[in-house]
Structures are given as structure tokens and as C-alpha cells.
């Protein structure tokens, strides 16, 4: 398993060998040792703290923004490696992709224990929610690439109505987040920038050679270490608004637990009249055009480094 996953992490991140097989053993130890791990270091504690208190609220968003390289994913994939430390009750809901990933060119057996679930749209976070809700699990929801990932551009530019619909679905599912990721503030919807539906607003910075996270909310800084979950640090799964949320809130009412079947009821619906088709899974060979500049590209990857290389 080692060697695939070092073949896969050094594919993706153009490392050496003996530096991707660290990385792939590094993680590979970390995994066998998760269900006995002790949490001791200052930033592990305070980062157990923080999950439920600033990234993971339960129904309200926080965002983290910083510039290209920085290490915007770095801190979501962080955040999930301290929620599977530090919350075995908690299912991760998240399209940053993995080795793992049927696409992602490593082995399907190195992902830790099942417990993060991939998505591309709402319509899966929400059917994912409602599943684990059911078996007493508790679903947490972190996407990245934001301001490149929705399509649903109308959504996200409307005044608020839409999210605080979605918010309260979410509400009702116990869903705990979103943690959003954008590439810059400017690009955060008015309505999270200077609503009262945000919990926090996160910056990750560079500091004598270190990734801090600041927080808006009050001072202070806690240092960030390279995660030693191997996603793909030049991978891309999309994430789509699919549902029309003001139209689904008109089909639920009731307790938690009617809410998650009318949910699903509404879900099957759509999907039976093609409203909400299932997405494919990411070809890497599919051609791509840059939707910012209108370049052509013969691989999606290629498309991908150029959108964090030019555009940031």
C-alpha cells in the first residue's frame, strides 16, 4: 500500500520518491495508530477547542481565505485530520479530493476508516447528512475552491435568502459547518462577509516560514503544520448548488427526523425527473476551457494549475 500511495503522492505533487514515500508512510503510521491517538500538543489542544468553537459550528458557516499558496487546503485537510482524531462520533463531508479517491490514483484501502464521505453537490451533502443523522452520526461539511467550485453563480450573489434557507435545512440535519474556502475576502458573498450568519472569518498567513490561521474574531495565532492527509494538492472536485433551496424548504416541516424523510422523498423525486443528475466522476482527460480567461486545455489538470498559477 505504501509504494502505490507514494506513486500517487508524488504524481500529484511532482516530489521525489523518497520524499513521497515519506509523506505515504508518514500517514500510513498515523492511520494505524488514529483509534488509540492522545491528543498533546498546545496546537492539537487548541485546535480541539477550536473545531466545535470557530470551524465546525453547528448550522452557521465560517470561511478561511488566503492567497495562492498560502495553504488554504492544507487547513481544510487539517481540520479533518483533527476531527478524525479528536471526533470519532463525526462523519466529513468535503469535495477536497484524495488519493484515495477512484480518481485520485491511490489505493481505495488507505482511506481512514470510512468516515470521509467525497461530494460534489448539494444534493449529495444533503442525502449524506440526512444518512448519517439516521445511524446517530454526527455530518460535518468543508468544501474548497469555492469561488471556482459553484456554479450556481445567481445563488451566491442573491441577498441572503438563499443561504439562510439553506441554513436552516442544515439546522434541522444537526450539520456541522460548512467550513468554506475562498481564495480571496473580495470574493466571500456580502451576506457571510457582513451578515450575522458567520461564525468565523479565517486568514491563513506566512510568518517566519510558517502557516498561521488568524482569526477575525479575536487575537492571536495558531500555527498550522503540513497535514499528513495526502490530498491532492493539484486535484479539482467541483462542488454545484443543485437544489433549488427555497423550493425544497416549502416541502419540509415537522421533527428532525421528518425532515431528513421528506428530504430524501424530495431528492428521489427530483432525481427521477432528472432535475438533480448524478454528476460524473472527474476525467482527467476530458478536455476543459478556463471560464475566466476562455483558454483551452486538453486536460483538466493542466486547467487547474493554470487557474491557482494566473489567476490566483
Not at 94 to 100: A, D, E, G, K, S
Not at 137 to 155: C, F, G, N, Y
Not at 230 to 243: E, I, M, N, S
Request: proline share 6%; net charge neutral; aromatic share 8%.
Amino acid at each position: 500500500m505504501a509504494e502505490a500511495l507514494a506513486q500517487a503522492i508524488s504524481a500529484d505533487r511532482q516530489t521525489g520518491p523518497e520524499a513521497a514515500r515519506a509523506l505515504a508512510e508518514k500517514y500510513l503510521l498515523w492511520r494505524a495508530t488514529l483509534p488509540d491517538r492522545k491528543v498533546q500538543s498546545w496546537e492539537d489542544r487548541k485546535a480541539r477547542r477550536y473545531i466545535e468553537g470557530a470551524w465546525l459550528w453547528e448550522g452557521r458557516p465560517s470561511v478561511v481565505f488566503a492567497g495562492q499558496g498560502r495553504g488554504k487546503s492544507n487547513f481544510a485537510a487539517w481540520v479533518i485530520e483533527k476531527v478524525l482524531e479528536t471526533r470519532p462520533e463525526w462523519d466529513v463531508y468535503t469535495n477536497l479530493p484524495f488519493t484515495w479517491d477512484p480518481d485520485g490514483g491511490g489505493p481505495p484501502e488507505s482511506e481512514p476508516w470510512g468516515r470521509i464521505h467525497p461530494v460534489r453537490s448539494l444534493s449529495e451533502v444533503l442525502r449524506g447528512a440526512v444518512q448519517s443523522v439516521r445511524i446517530g452520526r454526527k455530518p460535518a461539511l468543508v468544501i474548497d475552491e469555492m469561488d471556482q467550485a459553484v456554479t450556481s453563480h445567481d445563488w451566491m450573489s442573491g441577498d441572503g435568502r438563499s443561504w439562510q434557507r439553506l441554513l436552516n435545512i442544515e439546522r434541522h440535519l444537526r450539520l456541522r459547518g460548512p467550513l468554506l474556502v475562498y481564495h480571496a475576502y473580495r470574493h466571500v458573498p456580502v451576506v457571510l462577509r457582513e451578515g450575522t450568519m458567520l461564525k468565523s472569518m479565517l486568514q491563513v498567513i506566512i510568518k517566519d516560514g510558517h502557516r498561521w490561521i488568524v482569526r477575525r474574531e479575536e487575537e492571536g495565532f495558531l500555527q498550522i503544520p503540513p497535514t499528513v492527509l495526502p490530498y491532492l494538492a493539484y486535484g479539482l472536485r467541483g462542488f454545484d448548488v443543485d437544489l433549488d433551496v427555497q423550493d425544497l424548504e416549502r416541502h419540509l416541516s415537522g421533527s428532525s427526523e421528518a425532515v431528513g424523510q421528506q428530504l430524501i422523498a424530495y431528492l428521489d423525486q427530483k432525481e427521477s425527473m432528472g432535475a438533480v443528475p448524478e454528476l460524473p466522476r472527474s476525467d482527467p482527460s476530458r478536455p476543459a476551457v478556463c471560464d475566466v480567461c476562455g483558454v483551452r486545455f486538453t486536460r483538466r489538470d493542466n486547467l487547474t494549475r493554470h487557474r491557482r498559477s494566473v489567476h490566483g
